[in-house]
């Protein structure tokens, strides 16, 4: 039975273990709380993870690209939500497709952007299914919560669309420096946005979705009456930031970088064979503190650049030239995006492969 110390490096190591529990416990809060389940696959971009999440009862996935879409549904996904703007015809013209093969809404935030898409499906006679994105402190997209009534009635109008709900993403919960604070943005993500629904459903329109979710925030903004679904999509690896965030433990982690230390110039410096090019120059969060923990070890990576990485030792420790360690990056997302491969292990045990299928899509 090949071991993890045999691969070589640098090689992204999924534990199928962590894995699968990340995924059983998360679709075990979602049915406690009576939601819906849609996790976010751009974190792993691998179809047969997305299979494991729909077998701990995910009701379909979230993506973010059209592209990563395409993979998926010709993985045989029956149910994908776009959790992004898409603009443009050309988009439209992929999604029309895509639309005859699978169950298919997309986010919008502008009647420009959401007209792009409607004028393909109404040339073919089809209706797109549209949720509205609502700014819930985040401030990358969405509409504020005070323009969503008129967004969404403006919307209604476009030939093509058909509005099934409006979601929200708390990105700022990554910034939050205490896990009271993560509770807090979670606990508004989830009832700005039911706050919103209601306004929608007063004004009689029709939102049968009422969409939240980030890993940190997700357990909570869930619990939040009248949210109908959960996009969580990091915790089926969790990472160094997850870890400071307080989301979960060292051991929660199912995702690392074996690397092997390549030099050793100075009794305080080592240098592993995983810079920039392997583990992305993403921060940690909610607080920069260098660039990947080293598992067992105090000494953190303090700085990347393309195909090295350097570690600052700390007093006591060693590392010697030819020595493999694990490393628990900042930001696991943008590690899978990064890599053709992960190697899958239980413990120590190697137990095969899964290509990272949708890795590059990004158009
Ligand atoms: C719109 C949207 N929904 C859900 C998620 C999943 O959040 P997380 O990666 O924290 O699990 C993201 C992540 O970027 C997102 O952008």
Redesign the pocket.
Known sequence: MPLVADLDTPSVVVDLDVLERNVSRMAESARKSGVRLR??A??HKIPEVGRLQLAAGASGL?L?KTGEAEVFVAAGFEDVFL??PIVGAEKGKRLLALADRARLAV?VDSVEGASSLAGVFRAAGRRLDVLL?VDCGFH?VGVTPAEALAAARRLVEVPGLSLRGV???A?H??HADTPAGVAEVARQEGEILVAVAVELRGAGLPIEEV?V??????RRAMGVAGVTEC?????VYHDGSQVALGTCGIEDCALTVLATVVSVPAADRAVLDCGSKTLSTDSLRPRAGGHGAILGRESRLDRLSEEHGVVAVVAGETFRVGEKVRVLPNHA?VVSNLHDRVVLARGERIEGEWSVAARGRVR
Not at 213 to 218: E, L, Q, V
Not at 231 to 235: D, I, L
Request: with cysteine; charged share 15%; aromatic share 14%.
């Open positions: 996790p976010h751009k974190t979230s973010a959790a992004y986010g994105k990358r979601f929200t993403h990105g919960g990554y969409s979710g980030s890993t940190p925030t997700a996009r969580p999509g990091n915790y997302c």
